[in-house]
């Protein structure tokens, strides 16, 4: 047996550990198993190349065990191993180095903000945040004995020869007084679904009962046969690992429950990101059916590293407007150990976002393509995100003239250069701009839009929240186009193609209405449509200016909030 003393220039550097990663202690069993995953894919490396020494590969897997009664929480996995001179090299030297320069970087942290350190990989001796002593055994796939690494949490450690016979590690954690947590089933079996559910390897956590198939010859009443199997808490191979030409649309749904059991609506489509040049991407983004009581917060994007878990914090990684889509992001080339605003700065992040937006942009293009009709109908389920899209990434905005449709009042479609297209001959002004019409209320603007319809005019439904924002940028991207809502005072500049119709009123009673309406309405507010009298269904229409309204409209969408609660609106 052999002694020795951690090298390390830090009295001792374990309540630093535990001080400064206090808000995540669980992400050790990640570390672990993301250890163990490691050794065994090496193992297969080597076999593959021919370099382990005649090893058989096989079909190792992880496995997890808990001893409450010993307060022992072990995982055991097949994989490299490791020599004496690798433990002391790896565990003793090397790694340590890593804490003591991640303590250095961020000494004067106060170990609150988890966006900086909470997801920085502390790897093997993030253990010491939840155990009072960790052990290692360990028997390397090289001819050479197994050894035994202890430490109770003082750069002392002792090192000495062991009897472990099959090849592979053995981590043990003596769990902590403070950290019992760790030794409840529940909250294991919660962690390894929450980090590890996707990872490479397969993991095993206690058995389970499987029910068979009954017998061909079994009566009735008889139970359905048992049996005690492993409990394998991953799926090894997930969706977004295969190539798209290797999955059905089936299996792209079976992926979303996957990762969303207790949703139970179906995504209206998905989009595959594969990409390796100029970084290294891959991923399903799902449009959720947008309904107004979803539940944004909770089911939300998930970003990985190699199919280990890492965050479903994804603000500054994928642009704000998809972060109402669901699904996953697998990307290596993530800078994890950073704040959020450095994410944001950084070049290789920001490609990735573009990346996303492109890609999303593309796919809603060539739905609209493909299937017009259907993409019509799904409209008022994605137009939320489209919309908002477009109002926030002057990128999307360009590409999303090619999908981004404008309903009318009676669920007719148009793209905008179809919508410019039909009004331009009808719906100018003097100035020679084309007016559009829009209700953003179907009930309220009943009278309006019966009005207008009655001209000729076609009305659009724009309803969303952020509709007088959105019109603002069209109408700034555009040459010589106004948006006008129907009950605004500016549907009376359109130049009218019909003059001929006939008042049913006298002109005697047209003054006199009018005498008694200037009476009654505050003029600097609104304004009277008399030629509205020529309407089937009006006999006057009182209208609100269009930039009062719309004042109106920003000041209760705008400012402060932004629409989902995620920081305001670009100017
Ligand atoms: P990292 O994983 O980032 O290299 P860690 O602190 O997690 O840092 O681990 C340090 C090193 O210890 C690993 O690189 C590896 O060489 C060795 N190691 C840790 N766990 C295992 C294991 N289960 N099997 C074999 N080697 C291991
Ligand atoms: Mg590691």
């Not at 089936?250 to 059991?261: Q, V």
Request: hydrophobic letters at 35%; one cysteine or more.
């Amino acid at each position: 047996m052999s002694k020795g003393t951690i090298n390390v220039s830090v009295d001792n550097i374990f309540p630093l550990i535990k001080k400064f990663l206090y808000s995540d202690h669980e992400i050790f069993l990640r570390e672990l198993i993301s250890n163990a995953t490691d050794a065994t894919l090496k193992l297969k490396h080597l076999t593959n190349i021919g370099e382990a020494n005649g090893v058989e590969y096989g079909n190792p897997m992880i496995e997890v065990k808990l001893d409450k009664e010993k307060k022992e929480l072990r995982i055991i996995d097949q994989g490299i191993g490791m020599t004496k001179e690798e433990v002391e090299k790896y565990i003793n030297e090397i790694a340590f180095s890593g804490a003591e320069e991640f303590i250095e970087k961020y000494k004067d942290k106060d170990g609150k903000d988890a966006g900086i350190i909470g997801h920085f990989g502390l790897g093997f001796y993030s253990a010491f945040m939840v155990a009072e002593k960790v052990e290692i055994i360990t028997k390397s796939y090289k001819d050479e004995p197994a050894v035994h690494w202890s430490c109770d949490g003082s750069p002392e450690f002792t090192l000495e020869a062991a009897d472990k016979k099959e090849r592979g590690t053995e981590i043990i954690l003596h769990i902590a007084e403070d950290s019992t947590e760790f030794l409840e089933e529940n909250r294991i079996s919660e962690l390894l679904v929450k980090y590890n559910k996707f990872m490479p390897i397969p993991i095993k956590f206690g058995m389970r009962t499987e029910t068979l198939p009954k017998p061909e010859d079994a009566k009735e009443d008889d139970p359905a046969p048992t049996k005690e199997v492993d409990n394998i808490i991953n799926n090894p191979s997930p969706a977004w690992t295969k190539q798209p030409t290797e999955l059905e649309d089936k299996d792209y749904k079976a992926f979303y429950r996957e990762m969303y059991p207790m949703q139970f609506e179906e995504p209206l489509f998905h989009i595959h990101l594969n990409v390796d040049y100029p970084f290294n991407l891959t991923g399903i983004l799902y449009f959720p059916k947008m309904t107004n009581d979803m539940n944004i917060q909770k089911d939300k994007i998930q970003l990985y590293q190699n199919q280990v878990f890492v965050t479903d914090n994804v603000e500054g990684i994928v642009p704000e407007f998809l972060t109402m889509l669901r699904g996953v992001i697998d990307s290596p080339d993530i800078p994890l150990n950073v704040s959020r605003s450095y994410l944001q700065a950084d070049g290789a992040v920001k490609k990735i976002s573009s990346y996303i937006t492109r890609k999303v942009a593309d796919k809603l293009k060539s739905l609209f393509n493909n299937d017009r009709e259907g993409f019509e109908k799904k409209w008022n389920d994605i137009k939320i995100v489209i919309e908002y899209g477009m109002l926030t990434e002057d990128k999307f905005f360009e590409k999303s003239k090619d999908f981004a449709l404008y309903p009318t009042v009676d669920d007719t479609f148009f793209t905008f250069s179809e919508l410019k297209e039909k009004v331009k001959d009808v719906q100018t002004d003097k100035e020679g701009n084309l007016v559009i019409l829009y209700a953003s209320n179907k009930e309220e603007q009943h009278s309006y839009i019966e009005a207008a319809k009655e001209k000729g005019y076609e009305v659009l439904l724009l309803d969303s929240p952020i509709v007088a924002h959105l019109l603002q940028k069209v109408e700034s991207s555009e040459e010589k186009i106004s948006f006008v809502r129907v009950d605004s005072d500016h549907v009376e500049n359109l130049i009218k193609k019909d003059d001929e119709q006939i008042s049913k009123l006298s002109d005697e009673e047209k003054e006199s209405l009018k005498t008694f309406l200037d009476g009654v309405i505050p003029k600097e507010k609104f304004s009277v449509q008399l030629e509205a009298m020529d309407s089937n269904a009006n006999p006057f229409i009182i209208t609100e200016p269009e930039f009062m309204r719309r004042m109106k409209d920003m000041q209760k969408t705008g400012g402060g909030g932004g629409m989902f609660g995620m920081g305001g609106f670009p100017e």
